[in-house]
């Protein structure tokens, strides 16, 4: 593990440059500076007075970094009221990444805000010579995020997904990827004799049920896989243990939030339940707490 300077432990500001309004309650800042982060990697964003919580980095491209965020409860709400000009506070970048080959055949799988880190791993892997096949899921075509960005890149393939079939294919995103792991099995007559283009890895991020799934499919086809799995976060650098997970004990700030499906596959909590800020465990079926 590479130890996190002290300089990325500790919040500075930065200035917000720009602001997209992407859907009705989702936002991206663009933040005048860089973190030097790695796509999968998160940053903790401060509200003096409010709050301190983790976001996944939409883009740093070396010069400007990027969040994409739903203003759903009490930091998130206030925080989307900030303006251009007004400044926050940042720290990180923290956890792991995505990690691939140059050359590689990959298959994202975005469901919710998790289209704004996979828009930045499929910009830096198309940047290596990666060919892939991009599944974006929303619950309608009002809630699609990233599209036109993907859709503007080389080297993407991009399937649609909503619940309602108000865009693209009708169901979930996780059905488009059964499909292409199944067209061409990596073991297969047509995979040697390459009449087709097999799969290398899949990478997800979105919602726990949509990863569980993933999980399922790319060990079913034995194609490896790379999930971001989000757990309640406080330091965000391992000290404080409220994000270990049963039964291994990893810390999801540290050894996740991007977690090999081996891995994941020996995660007792995966899919199932996950702790709250007392660490408190709470079940993925019950309903969300008012
Ligand atoms: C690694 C990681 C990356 C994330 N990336 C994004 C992102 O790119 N965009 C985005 O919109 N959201 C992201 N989230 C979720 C985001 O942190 C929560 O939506 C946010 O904290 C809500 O805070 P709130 O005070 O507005 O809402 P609250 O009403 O306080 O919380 C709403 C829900 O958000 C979750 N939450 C609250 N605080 C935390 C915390 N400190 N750590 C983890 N979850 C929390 C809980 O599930 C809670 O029930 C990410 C979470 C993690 C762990």
Known sequence: MTP??????LPRTYRIKAIKQETEMVRTFTFDGSLG??????????????????????????????????AVGDMTNEFAKLQVGDLAG??????????????????LVAGGYGAAPMYFVAKETVGH?????VIVGARGKEHLLFVK???????????????????????????????????????????????????????GCGPEMMLKKISEITAKYDVPSQLSMERYMKCGYGLCGNCVIDPLGIRMCVEGPVVKNEVLLKLAEFGKYHRDDLGKKNSFDAPPKK
Not at 90 to 107: K, M
């Open 4 to 9: 996190i300077p002290l300089q990325s432990r």
């Open 149 to 203: 960005e993907l859709e503007a890149l080389p080297h993407v393939s991009l399937h649609i997904a909503t619940n309602d079939g108000s865009a693209g294919y009708k169901g979930f995103n996780t059905d488009i990827l059964e499909k292409l792991l199944s067209s061409c099995p990596r073991d297969s007559h047509s995979a040697k004799k390459k009449e087709c283009h097999p799969v290398d890895q899949v990478f």
């Open 90 to 107: 940042l720290r990180g970048p923290f956890g792991t990444h995505y990690e691939w080959e140059p050359g590689q055949h990959i298959v």
């Open 37 to 70: 982060a790695k796509p999968g990697q998160f940053i903790m964003v401060w509200m003096p007075g409010v709050d301190e919580v983790p976001m996944s980095v939409a883009e740093d491209d070396g010069a400007q970094t990027r969040i994409t965020f739903f």
């Open 129 to 133: 010579g990666c060919t892939l096949e």
